[in-house]
């Protein structure tokens, strides 16, 4: 399984929104309504912040949105705070090789 | 509360395998599958695959078939990831993962994570 594209990097200020990419194929992405989105703060295991592409699990602030389109999933994040400063990953099921999950590389947000 | 807590940091050699244990509470141990990913030193996450306690079905990911097994323990709510043939690249912070009831389900639940350095 070959690992989704994320861009390494984004940013932005506190109260403005950013969105983040997830680049698959049609074997994963593009071919299944299973794209989730994990948080990661430095030293701690991943949050699940948006699962099944666009539904949040309870808990999970509404600033955080998840759609896709095609072979690409994006993860949304409106009304930037300082805590969301974070690692963010993709992940899709996959029927590639073999049948199960591929992660996307991580994109390092930073609110300025 | 679902609790995964996972076995204490290991230091191996190159060549030899090790076995991480997640011992599940607070929950129906057969009824949710339990993923396992990795993530080397400032790297990103990587699925390996994952287990139904159930019945003991597994899968694993490409790059990792012939080299991994997970199995399970009713028994005890314990599920086990061993990783043979290790080499440096395989030093990593190794996870466990509460997914749900079916395999399309994605890992929401965490262990703690295990450290496992590959060293001669």
């Known amino acids: 399984q070959s690992a989704l594209t994320q861009p390494a990097s984004v940013s932005g200020s506190p109260g403005q929104s950013i969105t983040i990419s997830c680049t698959g194929t049609?074997?994963?992405?593009?071919?299944?309504?299973?794209v989730s989105w994990y948080q990661q703060h430095p030293g701690k295991a991943p949050k699940l912040m948006i699962y099944d592409v666009s539904n949040r699990p309870s808990g999970v602030s509404n600033r955080f949105s998840g759609s896709k389109s095609g072979n690409t999933a994006s993860l949304t994040i409106s009304g930037l705070q300082a805590e969301d400063e974070a690692d963010y990953y993709c992940?899709?099921?996959?029927?590639?090789?073999?049948?199960?999950?591929?992660f996307g590389g991580g994109t390092k947000l930073t609110v300025l | 509360q679902v609790q995964l807590v996972q076995s204490g940091a290991e230091v191996k050699k190159p060549g030899a395998s090790v076995k991480v244990s997640c011992k599940a509470s607070?929950?129906?141990?057969?009824?949710?599958?339990m993923h396992w990913v990795r993530q080397a030193p400032g790297q990103g996450l990587e699925w390996m695959g994952i287990i139904n306690p159930s019945g003991g079905s597994t899968s694993y990911a490409q790059k990792f078939q012939g080299r991994v097994t997970m199995t399970r323990d009713t028994s005890t709510s314990t599920v086990y990831m061993e990783l043979s043939s290790l080499r440096s690249e395989d030093t990593a912070v190794y996870y466990c993962a509460r997914g749900g009831h079916f395999v399309v389900v994605p890992a929401a639940h965490w262990g703690q994570g295990t450290l496992v350095t590959v060293s001669s």
């Open positions: 607070g929950y129906t141990f057969t009824s949710y599958y």
């Open positions: 049609s074997s994963d992405v593009g071919g299944y309504n299973y």
């Open positions: 992940s899709s099921y996959t029927s590639s090789s073999t049948l199960g999950w591929v």
